[in-house]
């Protein structure tokens, strides 16, 4: 089959303050906005498929109560009335119920918050990383980043799970394997562990001629992985695995150096997404 091409739109779907010091280490400690990403990808045989959903009103009804609101205290969330993805995608003619795919690159709240309002998609995404967020108690979960209720209550019905092992195509840089969405490498998901476990990225062949790398949080920002600049090591609280975070990150930096056409997109980055808000 000859490679597929897909056009590629980015958005914002609300946004997070954090700490800009946690996020990038040496940064001033001082509040600063991060948008939440998604990404629409239109293949002309397969229809639309979301990478992410970022924030939706979900997010805000889950939570509501404790101990869940804690999870707003510590991230303040901003989200205006039909700002979620779903919401964006009616405003410009689209029904989500013609997303017939959602990736979920981890199960952090502002990836998977809209993942109710794509009622007749198939979810795409690693069993390691729902397995390792979705066990123990409520609080452990939470503690994760975890609300299980953001995740519509058929999805273990409606999940495709794809793990390293399926990798079956090339990947990028040190990104050595990848797995073909379509079977045609015009979408390649990669493995991007640390910040969470089974972490999902996206390599996609951009209708107009361009390569993109979809990173989720691999990279916080493109100062990030720009300048292989991890984040404080306070965050590393809320990762899977801060070590292998670095080493995912350095991998992201010699790439970027390797191959500075590929255009690398993290999910979080105010100056990369500016245009998309
Ligand atoms: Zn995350």
Redesign the pocket.
């Known amino acids: 089959m000859s490679e597929g091409r897909v056009t590629l739109t980015l958005g914002v779907a609300g946004a997070c303050q954090h700490p800009e010091g946690m996020v990038l280490r040496h940064a001033p400690w001082r509040a600063a906005s991060f948008p939440a990403m998604y990404a629409l990808i239109e293949h002309p045989r397969e229809g639309l498929t979301l990478y992410d959903t970022g924030y939706a009103e979900a997010f805000l009804r889950e939570t509501s109560p404790f101990p869940a609101r804690l999870y707003r205290w510590l991230t303040p969330v901003t989200l205006g009335p039909r700002t979620s993805a779903a919401a964006q995608l009616r405003a410009r003619g689209v029904d989500p119920r013609e997303v017939r795919r959602v990736v979920l690159s981890?199960f952090?709240a502002?990836?998977i918050a809209g993942a109710r309002d794509f009622t007749e998609a198939r979810f795409v995404a690693s069993r390691e990383a729902y397995a390792s967020v979705s066990a123990g108690s409520a609080f452990a979960q939470l503690v994760r980043?975890f609300l299980p209720g953001l995740l519509p209550d058929d999805f273990l019905a409606r999940v495709d799970f794809i793990e390293a092992r399926d990798f079956n195509a090339q990947g990028v840089g040190e990104f050595h394997r990848g797995f073909d969405l379509f079977g045609d490498r015009s979408v390649t998901l990669i493995g991007l562990p640390g910040?969470?476990a089974g972490q999902l990225g996206a390599l996609i062949q951009g209708a107009e001629g361009r390569r993109h790398l979809l990173v989720?949080?691999a990279a916080w920002t493109t100062a990030s992985f720009k300048d292989n600049r991890p984040s404080h090591p306070l965050a590393g609280l809320i990762m899977d695995a801060p070590s292998q975070a670095r080493t995912t990150l350095a991998g992201l930096h010699r790439l970027s150096q390797a191959d500075p056409a590929l255009d690398i997109i993290p999910s979080h980055c105010r100056f990369r997404l500016s245009a998309c808000a």
């Open positions: 981890h952090h502002d990836h980043g910040h969470a989720a949080d």
